[in-house]
């Protein structure tokens, strides 16, 4: 037994040597990472010419003019007063110097905010936030802002987090607010911050210093004090209009939605009050609740809200605003870092479709975000019994990986339990989003595209396949053909995969994650096929008569071949994802479907489809063996992966966490569940 006991000691502490490494090797890939991205960052900036960069910072280079004289720049007179000396500097030195400074900033933002976070901290976390956030960072849309000249936003959040967490003693810390105050009035409200969670000696200190560098401003640039306090409202409009999509405030937002004059201040004020009221109350509360990295972040967040003009590369805030904890279970807890890391790193394009009734949204996602971050984001408390531990989440039997050299990882897990709605809907917008622009950057070269055509119309002759004229033709001439099949063509591709998915999602969670994993690799295949063979359809080759049956004639003497080719990328046919998309549908109906009607009708989709895709000649033949190569691949990967799909199965004694309350254990697995589940689970059961 005590050899027993010492083989166990000795395989613990090997164990957890083995998890040091890693740890170290993630952090050294995390800071590398950061490293990289801040490179690629410094590089997009340094290719600017140097006298053109240094007009970015929109001051005179003599030092008696006026900084506002071009009603470009948009700081404050202090940082006027601070940075217009810098004007009169060599332009490359200048321009590498405040490249790096800012980028060292963002790192130092990193290091502090990572030290902030509330005890206790789990190691892996305490090793790799920093980094994270740091890279984070680097690819957010304030950090690629903020390396403009002549933009402040980065230090004053730097100098509230070392007052916060680093500096001691209250003077010095409420010295640094102040600072940051001066640089970006609106942070004035971390002084009453600092009031109500016991700190009056900084919060004093912090009011003195901002009116004294105030004053000192007033007294050296007192025309340009006046055109910034006075004439423009604290900035108001300076450095590019109130009302412009940078100006992500609710001011701004008002003023988008088209109201003006004394109805919009008054309704801004209300707003701007509320949001205040609101904000600070959760930022004090979550501050005696030992979240003051949490507290910190809401406080940024009502500042840039409530701001005149609250500029993107002012929102660095709402990234810190990761560190509150969001969901009683584990599997809620990805939803709000997810949806702040979206908000914060992609165009407002891209997470929500161009449409006008989403408009107010979509011009406001930074500002949403903010607010939502400051007033109505349900942050735990430290007190609550989810704050540590999490219900957790539900996984199946475990599989051994298929391929001996590709273990499977960890996120391939069967989770059992329903994926976050939320969640599930933005990784899929972002997902498809992604995939139109990829699509559409896809090679459109028109000779390649047509040689491609012409070869697969040489091989499908060699194999007898070449029946796409003959069947158009056909269909022309029988017109409620046609109409049936360009119907078909135009109304089911996308609805019938987001059916599926949506039924899976609330009555088999489980077979949910298998068919939109599958689906999602076969999707990515397909990009890359799109990418390494541009290729042209039957209705955009010229001389061989095909006819546009869904959209119309095109000219093929203009190489736009109309209005279509603007819209997306026309030679993106091979794999066909028409057929592919059909074929996946048509897979998991028949595997999953409970009836024979149902898997009849399922398989019937992706013949139509073929039929449909042929006839309107939008593709070739072989374009659908394409599609249905990469959906096989799709299946085959998370099959080699993850295991047969019936594995997927909760059997009793196998469940590794508890249901949330008022969830029943195994839920999803009720209604529709297949004969085969049943008889798993009866199997279990009587063993």
């Given amino acids: 037994m005590a050899n ?34 801040a490179v690629r960052q410094a590089a997009a900036v340094l290719r600017v010419p140097p006298g053109e960069w240094l007009n970015g910072f929109h001051l005179p280079g003599s030092l008696p003019g006026p900084v506002y004289e071009t009603g470009q720049f948009s700081g404050t007179p202090f940082a006027g007063l601070v940075l217009k000396p810098l004007a009169g500097l060599a332009a490359p030195s200048l321009e590498v110097a405040w490249t790096c400074l800012t980028l060292l900033c963002v790192a130092a933002i990193g290091l502090v905010a990572a030290r902030g976070l509330p005890d206790p901290v789990p190691r892996r976390t305490a090793l790799l936030a920093a980094p994270a956030l740091t890279a984070l960072m680097m690819v957010s849309l304030p950090v690629r802002e903020a390396a403009s000249p002549g933009q402040t936003a980065v230090l004053p959040v730097l100098l509230v987090l070392l007052a916060v967490f680093r500096v001691p003693g209250d003077r010095p810390a409420g010295l640094l607010v102040g600072l940051a105050a001066a ?109 003051l990295l949490l507290a910190v972040a809401v406080t940024g967040c009502v500042a840039v809200a409530v701001s005149p003009a609250g500029w993107c590369h002012q929102l660095l805030w709402v990234l810190l605003a990761v560190a509150g904890k969001v969901g009683k279970r584990a599997a809620d807890r990805p939803v709000w870092p997810v949806a702040v ?74 989770v059992l339990s329903r994926p976050n709605l ?24 028109r000779s390649l595209a047509e040689g491609n055509g012409s070869q697969i119309l040489g091989i499908e002759r060699a194999l007898g396949l070449d029946i796409e004229h003959a069947v158009n033709h056909a269909v022309v001439s029988t017109p409620w053909l046609e109409a049936f099949f360009n119907f078909y063509y135009t109304s089911f591709h ?67 071949y109309g209005a279509m080719t603007a819209i997306s990328n026309q030679y ?6 028409h057929f592919g998309w059909s ?54 990967l998370v099959y080699a992966l993850s295991g047969p799909r019936g594995l997927q199965l909760s059997l009793p004694g196998q ?23 049943r008889e798993l689970r009866g199997a279990a059961r009587s063993s």
């Fill in 494 to 560: 996308f609805v019938v995969p987001l059916t599926i998915l949506a039924v899976l999602y609330w009555r088999r969670p489980g077979d949910y994650r298998w068919a939109r994993a599958s689906l999602g690799l076969a999707t990515v295949l397909a990009l890359v096929g799109f990418w390494l063979y541009p290729l042209a359809p039957p209705r955009l080759m010229p001389g061989l008569g095909f006819i546009d049956t869904v959209h119309g004639p095109q000219d093929l003497a203009n190489p736009s």
């Fill in 341 to 414: 890391v979206l908000a914060m790193t992609l165009p407002s394009a891209v997470l929500l479709p161009n449409l006008a009734a989403l408009a107010p949204v979509r011009d406001n996602v930074l500002l949403l975000t903010a607010v939502a971050a400051a007033c109505a984001v349900p942050f735990l408390p430290r007190s609550s019994p989810y704050w540590r531990e999490p219900v957790p989440t539900d996984y199946g039997r475990p599989a051994a990986a298929r391929w001996s050299r590709v273990p499977l990882l960890p996120f391939w897990r069967r």
């Fill in 422 to 445: 939320l969640l599930e809907l933005l990784l899929i917008r972002v997902g498809y989003s992604l995939y139109s622009h990829i699509r559409a950057a896809a090679p459109t070269s």
């Fill in 655 to 677: 469940r590794t966490g508890a249901p949330a309350p008022g969830e029943r254990s195994g839920e999803g697995l009720g209604e529709g569940s297949s004969d085969t589940e």
């Fill in 4 to 37: 027993a006991a010492e083989h166990s000691g000795a395989n613990g502490h090997a164990g957890v040597i083995g998890d040091e490494s890693r740890l170290g090797a993630a952090r050294l890939l995390l800071w590398a990472l950061a490293g990289a991205l």
């Fill in 183 to 291: 640089l970006q009035p609106a942070l004035l409200l971390f002084a009453p911050l600092l009031w109500l969670t016991g700190r009056r000696p900084a919060a004093r200190t912090a009011a003195v210093t901002f009116a004294a560098a105030t004053a000192l401003s007033w007294a050296a640039m007192p025309r340009d004090s006046w055109t910034y306090w006075i004439e423009h409202l604290a900035g108001t409009g300076l450095g590019g209009a109130p009302d412009g999509l940078s100006n992500q405030s609710v001011h701004g937002a008002l003023l988008r939605l088209g109201l003006t004059g004394p109805l919009e201040i008054l309704l801004y004020a209300a707003l701007a009050g509320a949001i205040v009221w609101f904000g600070l109350r959760r930022a004090v509360r979550y501050a005696r609740d030992g979240q």
């Fill in 583 to 636: 074929l996946w549908c048509g897979i998991v109906i028949v595997v999953l479907a409970p009836k024979g009607w149902q898997k009849l009708l399922g398989a019937l989709h992706p013949l139509i489809t073929v039929c449909a895709i042929v006839a309107t000649a939008n593709h070739w033949v072989l374009d659908a063996v394409g599609g249905a190569v990469v959906v096989g691949a799709g299946f085959g």
């Fill in 572 to 577: 993106a046919a091979m794999p066909s994802l």
